[in-house]
């Protein structure tokens, strides 16, 4: 399961890098922004599909700005659900394994509301989740000290293609636990997807593996170590990042030389 391998790279990159990511030996993780997404026509998709047909498999990256799942507001929660069902829409379209998107929930608002909270992003993923067919949905920690609402949304939402995303680099800086412990309490039975980029615990980099100081040894000893299946995606900030992050994660976590 370490090589079900993923590079994430921007919709507007793809086509440049896709050489690149095909010679080591990963699939695309295409992130969208929202303001490409409205760009994408019946025809896009086709010509994006012809595109990834080239892959084995890949996956997509919803846009994250400005989405609340939860959020109190009716008409926010719509527009947010518009874009994510348009998400999932070309997403199905070009076959992708699955989707990560950003449940956003931020304690300041909604702490002494959580149940509210709860219900409602609950409610808009099993919208998103209306029918057994269609990509997975993986949702993932951004500044989450704990697992806690990731394990309490899905186990709210209660269907087989929501998973979670565990991001590395996110947990290094904001989390108050260890990635173990995490992993633990979150039980994965059906498959995680993994996030793996580097910084030094003090701000969301996007390093390439190697950079930062994230133990990669003990990663791969958590990760091999679970009884669910998973994939990986690297993160690297820009396309200088991108050979470096791959070669790196052949070095350390496969046994084939790096590309």
């Not at 391998?5 to 695309?28: H, K, N, S, T």
Request: aromatic share 10%; with cysteine; charged share 20%.
């Amino acid at each position: 399961m370490l090589e079900d391998l993923y590079i994430r790279v921007p919709l507007e990159r793809l086509e440049a890098e896709a050489g690149v990511i095909a010679a080591c030996g990963a699939g695309p993780e295409v992130y969208i922004p929202a303001e490409r997404l409205r760009l994408i026509t019946p025809s896009g998709v086709t010509a994006l599909r012809r595109l990834l047909d080239d892959f084995p498999s890949h996956t997509v990256h919803a846009p994250f700005m400005d989405v609340w799942p939860g959020v109190a507001d009716a008409d926010v929660r719509g527009l947010s659900l518009e874009k994510m069902r348009r998400t999932l829409d070309v997403a199905a379209g070009l076959n992708s394994r699955l989707v990560v998107m950003h449940y956003n929930y931020d304690p300041i608002y909604y702490r002494q509301h959580f149940c509210g909270w709860l219900e409602r992003a609950a409610e808009f993923y099993a919208a998103l989740l209306d029918g057994p067919e269609g990509p997975l949905i993986a949702l993932e920690n951004i500044a989450d000290p704990t697992p806690y609402v990731a394990l309490q949304l899905m186990e709210k939402v209660d269907r087989p293609r929501l998973v979670h995303c565990f991001d590395f680099g996110h947990h290094h800086v904001f989390a108050g636990i260890s990635f173990q412990e995490w992993l633990f309490y979150l039980k994965p039975r059906g498959h995680i997807h993994f996030h793996l980029h580097d910084n030094r615990g003090g701000s969301d980099d996007h390093l390439a593996l190697g950079a930062g100081n994230i133990d990669w040894q003990a990663v791969k000893a958590a990760i091999t170590a679970l009884p669910c299946p998973f994939s990986v995606a690297l993160e690297p900030k820009s396309a200088g990042d991108l050979r470096a992050a791959a070669a790196y994660y052949r070095q350390h976590f496969l046994p084939a030389p790096g590309c």
